[in-house]
């Protein structure tokens, strides 16, 4: 059966990728610090025989015994206060991790998918964003030491396809949401939640009209896992739900749903701050018929659900 080291396995999308490679019959080599991730997110996967868990940095020099068909490279901080908070550690993992997985992936003879982001396209000025799309980065601001670090292991990823030939898939995610997210993660949704679970103010960046475009973590490691599967090779694949909405639409849309009567309250934006987030998926629908299906409401309402039960411990 197929083997799999990833990287990042125990933070919140790396996890959910390591539960569906094991429902789908995989063995699964989980590398991670523990920096943000969390082994609490693999109590399902403890429980497989094929899965073991190694916690490491993944920028140090990596070896992993035995047979291995795809490194999928998962680590990296990736919501802003965490990236703000280990800003050179975030640069090292998207350099030297990026490097020391591609040369496990080169040593294996295995395939290697790379977890990038939105973010390479910084504060776009292209709506929706397309893959073609270069971005509009700012690379000495704050944000840039995870727009950067992520556009780096894109090149990097690509260098080793096309010097090695190293079978590269990169997957551009845009924001994601859905059960195993931190409490104090920092990003939007798991904020709002909190804040309105707890009856507090919800606080809101600017006057809340940037948009952003949430996909479930179902639907996004359901694209992940179509992409892995598929012949598409040397290509980088946007992945998120084009369905747009307002950031002052998603708080009052999480208070309503979480029947909280939390005031909403402004706050500065922070720097670099994009106005607007939409991912252009018309390649991952052509290459492996991918779209997301989880309505906002209901994938917003599951959250929810699973944080009023698990955050109340």
Same mark, same amino acid.
Request: overall charge negative; some cysteine; glycine content about 10%.
């Given at each position: 059966?197929?083997?799999a080291?990833?990287?990042?396995?125990?933070?919140f999308?790396?996890s959910?990728?390591?539960?569906?490679?094991?429902?789908e019959?995989?063995?699964?080599?989980c590398?991670d610090?523990?920096?943000?991730g969390d082994a609490?997110?693999?109590?399902?996967?403890f429980?497989?025989e094929?899965?073991?868990?190694?916690s490491?940095?993944?920028?140090n020099?990596?070896?992993?015994?035995g047979?291995?068909a795809?490194v999928l490279?998962?680590?990296?901080?990736?919501?802003p206060?965490?990236?703000l908070?280990n800003?050179?550690h975030?640069l090292k993992?998207g350099a030297?991790?990026?490097?020391r997985a591609l040369?496990?992936?080169?040593?294996k003879?295995?395939?290697?998918?790379?977890?990038s982001t939105?973010?390479?396209y910084g504060?776009?000025?292209v709506?929706?964003?397309?893959e073609?799309y270069?971005?509009?980065v700012?690379?000495?601001g704050p944000?840039g030491?995870?727009?950067?670090?992520?556009?780096?292991a894109e090149?990097?990823?690509?260098?080793?396809?096309?010097?090695?030939?190293?079978?590269?898939?990169?997957? =551009?995610?845009?924001n994601t949401? %859905?059960? /195993?997210?931190r409490?104090?993660?920092?990003r939007?949704?798991?904020t709002? +939640? !909190?804040?309105a679970?707890?009856g507090?103010?919800i606080?809101?960046?600017?006057?809340?009209?940037?948009?952003r475009?949430l996909c479930?973590v179902?639907?996004?490691?359901e694209g992940?896992w179509?992409f892995?599967v598929?012949d598409a090779?040397g290509?980088?694949?946007n992945?998120?739900n084009?369905?747009e909405t307002?950031?002052l639409?998603l708080?009052?849309?999480i208070a309503s749903l979480?029947?909280?009567?939390?005031?909403l309250?402004?706050?500065e934006r922070?720097?670099?701050?994009p106005?607007?987030?939409c991912?252009?998926i018309? =390649?991952?629908?052509?290459?492996? %018929?991918? /779209?997301?299906r989880v309505?906002l409401s209901?994938?917003?309402?599951r959250? +929810? !659900?699973?944080?009023?039960?698990?955050w109340?411990a």
């Amino acid at each position: 059966m197929p083997r799999a080291v990833v990287t990042g396995g125990a933070g919140f999308l790396g996890s959910h990728l390591c539960d569906r490679l094991l429902a789908e019959g995989w063995e699964v080599v989980c590398l991670d610090s523990l920096l943000t991730g969390d082994a609490a997110n693999l109590a399902q996967a403890f429980s497989h025989e094929r899965f073991r868990f190694e916690s490491y940095d993944v920028t140090n020099y990596l070896r992993v015994e035995g047979p291995v068909a795809w490194v999928l490279h998962f680590a990296s901080p990736a919501s802003p206060r965490d990236y703000l908070e280990n800003p050179i550690h975030t640069l090292k993992v998207g350099a030297l991790g990026t490097h020391r997985a591609l040369g496990l992936a080169k040593a294996k003879g295995a395939g290697f998918m790379l977890a990038s982001t939105s973010e390479v396209y910084g504060d776009p000025k292209v709506h929706p964003q397309p893959e073609s799309y270069w971005g509009h980065v700012n690379p000495v601001g704050p944000r840039g030491v995870y727009d950067e670090a992520k556009r780096y292991a894109e090149a990097m990823a690509m260098a080793y396809h096309r010097t090695h030939g190293v079978p590269v898939k990169i997957c =551009r995610i845009f924001n994601t949401y %859905g059960p /195993r997210m931190r409490r104090q993660d920092g990003r939007a949704v798991p904020t709002f +939640i !909190d804040q309105a679970l707890r009856g507090e103010p919800i606080t809101v960046h600017g006057d809340g009209s940037q948009t952003r475009s949430l996909c479930y973590v179902e639907d996004m490691i359901e694209g992940i896992w179509r992409f892995l599967v598929s012949d598409a090779v040397g290509v980088e694949v946007n992945l998120g739900n084009p369905e747009e909405t307002t950031v002052l639409d998603l708080a009052r849309t999480i208070a309503s749903l979480a029947g909280s009567g939390s005031d909403l309250v402004f706050t500065e934006r922070p720097i670099d701050d994009p106005e607007v987030r939409c991912p252009d998926i018309s =390649r991952a629908t052509g290459l492996f %018929g991918w /779209r997301p299906r989880v309505p906002l409401s209901d994938g917003l309402q599951r959250t +929810i !659900d699973w944080a009023r039960e698990t955050w109340r411990a």
